[in-house]
């Protein structure tokens, strides 16, 4: 008897729990005193907490390209729509300030952020969340404790955690990709374009496959990372076995937390090469390429890009920001340049015909935006889809001559330079330009 009226009560307080988070969805609103900073967790979990600190995760409201850029693009706005959307970036870019009150639009006052808010998305906000209420714009329910004094239950991916500071549950969510994708799927607050589509795009790739050896979520790749283990889909992906905490058993497999994505511009502006490096491992593991000439037209190549490691689109997140190109070169024997096709210019800008895997936002009215506060729709989407291959052909204008060389690039960077020419202040960049895969011919 006992133990069914302590079963039913726990059930029933669970019921109450749920329904009470079921209500908070959208609008939750907690105290700031509910979240624990990291540094308490890398009390614990150290080697985790080494892992997040500089990554794009930990950056994310401190990241000075994203608050240029951002403030620039809110500049000028009249429409309602447009307003909504340019001020709407801290609902992923700093969430615990965001519901916990401040800040709660981009134009508000950051430097007065709570120390713990501008740690960006971090331990306690993650590892508190118990649903997910919609697949865009940050739709995590959150479930905190009552700060350091009372933790709470902290939810992961394993079901025999015994912590001493906190409770702890397993949770599927956490080892499901809907937990990432509620943030890297993005839609226009207002108009509802589909400004960013990560996980819509893993969704429909060849790596969701559920019950199948073939599946790998986003945390497949992007937790099994670590140095010298670019951990793609075009690598091998090895289990990295430790312990969870200091001082305990080790597992199989600990989930790792770089977070670096593409990007290694933010991360070596802020000190972490380390992550840097890891970036620029992970973009040369993503893709490859290929290049003949055309049958009957040796004045024509034809170059193939595969996405052959990437479990999304390439590039992806912002499809009108970030740049991956193809660079073609013919050169003569003196070093002379006889064609060239995607060569930056003095200004570090691309030329206009450059062939560029990327998304054109429009007006609403077929006229493309630089600013995805006006995006009312897609013009062109070029980027290239999880294992597809693409064909693009150059016209040289003239069959190569013996002793020239062509070189093909694949490039990525994180930024179009048009936009940061425009940005006031200092200059901004240049942004770092990877190469992702090269091929080198001489006639």
């Known amino acids: 008897m006992t133990v069914l009226l302590r079963t039913t009560a726990l059930l029933a307080g669970g019921m109450i729990l ?23 967790c890398g009390g614990c979990h150290f080697e985790i907490y080494e892992q997040w600190a500089g990554s794009m995760h930990n950056l994310s409201h401190k ?33 615990v300030g965001v519901v916990t009150g401040f ?30 209420f919609r697949m865009y714009n940050n739709g995590m329910v959150l479930a905190p404790g009552q700060g350091e004094d009372d933790p709470g239950v902290k939810y992961g991916p394993f079901d025999d ?53 073939a599946h790998v979520s986003c945390q497949g790749c992007h937790m099994y990372q670590r140095p010298g283990i670019p951990a793609t889909g075009s690598t091998d992906r090895p289990l990295n076995p430790g312990p969870a905490a200091d001082y305990t058993e080790e597992r199989p497999h600990i989930f790792t937390h770089y ?42 190549v034809v170059v193939s890009v595969t996405n052959s490691g990437a479990g999304h689109d390439l590039p992806t997140g912002l499809g009108d920001l970030r740049q991956v190109w193809i660079q073609l070169v013919l050169t003569n024997p003196d070093g002379s340049i006889a064609f060239a096709s995607g060569l930056p210019d003095s200004r570090h800008e691309l030329p206009q015909d450059t062939v560029i895997f990327n998304t054109v936002f429009g007006d609403g009215s077929g006229n493309p935006v630089i600013n995805i506060a006006k995006a009312r729709q897609i013009l062109t989407d070029t980027r290239i889809p999880a294992g597809k291959t693409v064909h693009r052909q150059f016209d040289l204008g003239q069959a190569p001559k013996p002793g020239q060389a062509l070189t093909v690039r694949l490039l990525y960077r994180g930024l179009p330079q048009k936009i940061l ?8 960049g240049p942004m770092p330009v990877v190469e992702m895969a090269v091929l080198e011919k001489t006639f």
């Open 161 to 213: 955690a015994e912590p001493d500071f906190h409770d702890a549950e397993y949770s599927q969510l956490h080892t499901d990709s809907r937990i990432c994708g509620t943030c890297h799927n993005v839609k226009h607050v207002a108009f509802g374009t589909d400004l960013e589509t990560t996980y819509t795009e893993w969704e429909n790739s060849p790596y969701n496959q559920p019950g199948t050896k």
């Open 18 to 40: 749920m329904a009470g988070i079921a209500r908070a969805g959208k609008d939750q609103a907690f105290d700031l005193e509910q979240f624990i900073v990291p540094d308490t």
């Open 259 to 300: 977070f670096v994505g593409g990007n290694s511009g933010v991360t070596r502006a802020s000190g972490f090469d380390d992550k840097a490096k890891m970036a620029e491992e992970r973009l040369k593991h993503a893709a490859e390429i290929a290049m003949t000439t055309k049958d009957g037209a040796p004045e024509t």
């Open 63 to 95: 990241d000075e390209m994203y608050n240029r850029i951002a403030l620039f693009l809110r500049q000028g706005l009249r429409h309602e729509g447009e307003i909504e959307e340019a001020e709407a970036c801290v609902k992923c870019h700093t969430p």
């Open 421 to 428: 020419n425009l940005l006031p202040g200092e200059p901004a």
């Open 103 to 132: 800040p709660k639009k981009l134009t508000d006052d950051l430097d007065q952020t709570p120390e713990i808010a501008t740690q960006g998305i971090q331990c306690d906000y993650c590892h508190s969340t118990v649903d997910v």
